[in-house]
């Protein structure tokens, strides 16, 4: 099967779900043969139909049930139930044999991103190519020190999966437009992310956030942020375009 993927990555509430039902809209309005496919199976309301569906095998509420357990413990055993089931979902997918599939992901992004379920699921789902969208939400990311901690995290992601990733700055259409701006500034100009940390912290979380800071720009991450919305498609036709580069660009890793 010659199948693109794209993985939807991101802290809770980033908005992957969103993103997913968004985007394959827009791209199904491009004429691409899009599929979603759902790997949260702890979602209890998605914004989309998805094409395929692990809440299909894997039901939170029966592993509560058979093994007495609580709600977390019921999704972190069902992430790593989905690893197993991963052939189920290939099967389903082929009979829909779509050129690209948008996969959204559990929602507290450490059950996939951080064990070892979300790897093997990544490395054994069939793709002619495969990259990660690491998802910065634009409000939670406004403070200069959360934006640093998102920075941790996608470096992180991206030495878990080792896919190409684009980065995105979600939810914009939330915030005013020089805010965006200045999220955006600190992605390409890390001594701006810096300017501002010295301006708004104080004490010991000014000097974290510095060390932090510089550890990154030491790792040498370099960050290209395309700001979306899933409300108004700002910012797709930009994630297509760097999407299709990727994918018929050969372009193995993203740094
Ligand atoms: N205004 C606005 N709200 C958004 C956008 N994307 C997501 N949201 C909201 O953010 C919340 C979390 O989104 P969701 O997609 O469920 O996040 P997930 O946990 O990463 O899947 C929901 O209340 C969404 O309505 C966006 O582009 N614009
Ligand atoms: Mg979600």
């Not at 069902?78 to 690209?100: F, G, H, S, W």
Request: include cysteine; charge should be negative.
């Amino acid at each position: 099967m010659e199948v693109n993927l794209v993985f939807v990555l991101g802290t809770a509430g980033s908005g992957k779900s969103h993103l997913t039902s968004a985007f394959s809209t827009w791209l199904s309005m491009q004429e691409e043969d899009v599929a979603t496919l759902n790997l949260d199976p702890g979602a209890i309301a998605l914004p989309y139909t998805p094409d395929v569906d692990v809440r299909d095998y894997i039901r939170v509420e029966d592993l509560m049930e058979r093994y007495t357990i609580g709600p977390n413990g019921a999704l972190v055993l069902a992430c790593d139930m989905i690893a197993e089931r991963i052939d189920e979902v290939k099967e389903d997918l082929e009979l829909i044999n779509p050129d690209l599939v948008i996969i959204d992901t559990p929602g507290q992004m450490e059950l996939f991103a951080f064990r070892r379920a979300g790897r093997e699921i990544a490395e054994r789902m069939p793709g002619e190519g495969k990259a990660v969208l690491y998802l910065f939400d634009s409000l939670f990311s406004r403070e200069p020190l959360n934006y640093v901690v998102n920075m941790f995290l996608s470096a992180a992601v991206y030495n878990r999966f080792l896919l190409p990733q684009v980065h995105l700055l979600t939810k914009v259409d939330l915030l005013e437009e020089r805010e965006v701006e200045r999220e955006l500034e600190w992605a390409s100009d890390p001594t701006r992310l810096e300017e501002d940390i010295e301006g708004q912290l104080v004490g010991m979380r000014r000097l974290m956030s510095r060390g932090m800071m510089q550890a990154i720009v030491d790792i040498g991450v370099e960050l290209s942020l395309i700001p979306v919305s899933s409300k108004t498609n700002r910012g797709f036709l930009d994630l297509y375009a760097e999407l299709t580069r990727i994918f018929t660009g050969g372009e193995k890793f993203a740094v």
